[in-house]
Each structure stands twice: as C-alpha cells, then as structure tokens.
C-alpha cells in the first residue's frame, strides 16, 4: 500500500515519531532544512524505540542548529568544478549531472543539505540542453554519474529522456544512477521504471544509498530484484553514522544483506562537514577500527571501500585502515608477521 509523504512537524508528531513537546524544535528546524519520510520509510519505525535506525535518519533533531568549526554548506566543493548549472566535472573521465534537487526524503545528514529541498526541482529546458551540451562537447567524459538530490523520484517519462539524450553521445560509455528510491520509494520502480533507464551500447550502472539491513523491506527487496534482473549492476554506497550504524554487528548486518540481495557494497563514506550534523559524524580512527573487524569477519564481495571526499573538492581517497608496517603485515586478526624487508610495505 502507498501512503502520503510526511512533511510537516504536526505529522510526525500525529504518527507518533515524537511527543506534542518537539513540536517547536521541528517548526525550527523545517525553517532551515527540508523534511520528508516515505510511507516505506514512516512503516519501518518503531516509535517506542528512541534509537530506532529508520527514525535517526528522518527525524529531525535540535542538533541539527548547531554549526561546528570546519562545516561548510558545500563540504565537497561541487561549486569550485562545476563548469554549467547541474554539472561537477571534478575528475578527468567522469561527471556528476545533478538533474534535481529533490528527495524521496530528507536525511538529517544529508551533505547536499544546503541546496537539496522541494524547490526549483528540475533543471528547466535551456539548462538541461547547456548540460548536455556539455557533455557532448567534452570527449574524456566516459562515464555520466546522474545524482541530486535523488533523480529516481522523476516520473519515467523524464527518465526516459536523459537516457536518450545520453544515449546519443558517442564517447559516453557508462551511465550510474545514485538513488535511495528503490529502498525508500519501492513503488516507483515499475516495468515502465525499469524501461527508462536502458540504454543500448551502454552499460547501466545503479548505486542504491542504504546505512541501515532495517532499510530492506519486502517490498525494496522486490524493486531491488526488478532492477538487478533487468541486468543491471548494483552497488552499495553507505553513509558512516554515528549512533545509527557505528557498529561491527550493524555494518556486518547491512553489508551483508546488501549482498543477498545482489548489491555489491562499494563505499562507506566517512561523514562530511555538512552544517550541523556533528552528532553524526565519527572519527576516522573509529571508522578504521570498523573495517578492520569487518576484514576479519565479512566476505570480501561484501567489503565497502572506505572513502574521504577531501573537504573543499580535492577528490574522493580510501582512509583505510592500513594493514602495512615497517617490515611487518598485519592479518585479519590482528596478528603482525614479518614482510621480507627488502620489500617496504
Ligand atoms: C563522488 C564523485 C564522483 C564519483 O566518484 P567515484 O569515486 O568514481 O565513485 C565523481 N565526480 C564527483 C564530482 C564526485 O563528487
Ligand atoms: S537522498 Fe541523498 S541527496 Fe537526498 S537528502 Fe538523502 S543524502 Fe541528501
């Protein structure tokens, strides 16, 4: 069944997600920050519970007023590459295409949080053209990265046309779509869904944004399964957050279930300096000590790479942990052994 969107702090408080008292504190923050949570989403949380995942992500909470040294609202630096409105051209090969600032919801963490929201939501007509125009005119584009805001949440009509206005640029041999919708919007991924984004003679990538194995509904798992029968390949990206999956057993958990159900973990993103969400950010030493007891337990098919994006637009860099000593190696269980010496690690 498909319920409405909550938006307002008076619906979060009728579906009991918070007491009459947060009332004003939610009337703030909607002052500053977009509010959203699917009905897939609104269905998967325990009320009783103050530490539900589900919730941590979607509610909103007072810290999120709180600005600490080094928080920026452009964390990564899409502004300082992007050559035309709706373009991030930061790496030689490949680009983002931000084709809408809206979501499906709203995460309180969101690192876009400054300019992703309900407004202006499309690239209108002359844009969309300058975009692709873009695109064309710059041959090292190999790979088009399409993001937002989410671009699942355009009806398929939209999404038909990006792939065909990709479709006809020769030196464009991959096309990746970031979403959250298939875990957080699952009815939106019909037959007609699935349609829009083949594309022949390129190959289609999907990454699906998931931080919590709670996320997998039925019904996710079933748009999920639609999209990796229809040959396309999945990747998992998932958000470090403190308090909501900052644990071996949690992240063991998602990136397991992200590959039972076909979707290859590819980034743990260390959290980024987005305003008012360092409540939610970890250190990079914790996310370390995390991978390092996800090596020694998890399949390596189910292991993310652990990703800084540089602050300020430097690019993305795995952050470890390293297993290289001088002269020594450490296994999956923390054991060091001597590496021939004349080889330095
Ligand atoms: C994250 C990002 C990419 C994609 O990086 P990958 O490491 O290929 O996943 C590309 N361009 C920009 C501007 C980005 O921020
Ligand atoms: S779906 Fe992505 S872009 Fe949208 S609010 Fe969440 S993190 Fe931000």
Redesign the pocket.
């Known amino acids: 069944m498909t319920g409405r969107t909550l938006r307002q702090p008076a619906e979060l408080i009728e579906a009991g997600f918070a007491d009459e008292n947060r009332r004003t504190e939610f009337e703030t923050i909607a002052q500053r920050y977009?509010i959203a949570i699917t009905s897939a989403m609104a269905e998967l949380i325990d009320p009783s519970d103050p530490y539900d995942p589900i919730a941590l992500q979607f509610i909103p909470d007072a810290r999120e007023l709180v600005e600490t040294p080094g928080e920026t609202a452009d964390p990564i630096g899409d502004d300082t590459h992007s050559p035309v409105e709706g373009i991030v051209h930061r790496y030689p090969d490949r680009a983002l295409l931000k084709i809408v600032h809206a979501?499906?919801?709203?995460?309180r963490?969101?690192?876009?949080?400054e300019t992703?929201g309900p407004g202006g939501d499309f690239l209108t007509g002359e844009k969309i053209d300058a975009a692709f125009d873009y695109i064309a005119r710059t041959p090292q584009l190999w790979e088009i990265i399409i993001?937002?805001?989410?671009p699942f949440i355009l009806a398929p009509r939209r999404l038909k046309e990006i792939t065909e206005r990709l479709a006809t640029i020769d030196h464009v041999k991959v096309i990746r779509w970031?979403?959250?919708v298939p875990l957080?919007e699952p009815e939106r991924v019909t037959n007609e869904f699935v349609a829009a984004l083949r594309a022949p003679g390129k190959a289609v990538w999907i990454s699906i944004?998931s931080n919590h194995a709670r996320e997998f509904s039925d019904a996710g798992c079933a748009a999920i399964a639609k999209l990796a029968d229809a040959g396309f390949p999945l990747v998992g990206q998932t958000?470090l957050l403190r308090g909501i999956n900052d644990e071996t057993a949690t992240l063991d958990a998602l990136f397991r279930t992200m590959v039972e159900n076909r979707i290859k973990p590819y980034y743990l993103h260390q959290g980024d300096y987005a305003p008012g969400t360092a409540h939610r950010r970890t250190s990079l030493a914790q996310g370390q000590a995390l991978m390092r007891d996800l090596r020694g337990r998890l399949s390596g098919i189910a292991q993310p790479t652990y990703i800084l994006d540089i602050p300020g637009g430097a690019g993305k860099v795995p952050v470890g942990p390293s297993y290289c000593g001088e002269g020594t190696v450490e296994d999956p269980n923390g054991t060091i052994h001597p590496y021939p010496p004349n080889e330095a690690c």
Request: hydrophobic share 25%.
């Open positions: 977009s979501c499906p919801v709203y995460c963490f969101c690192f876009r949080r992703v993001t937002g805001g989410d970031h979403s959250r957080v944004h958000v």
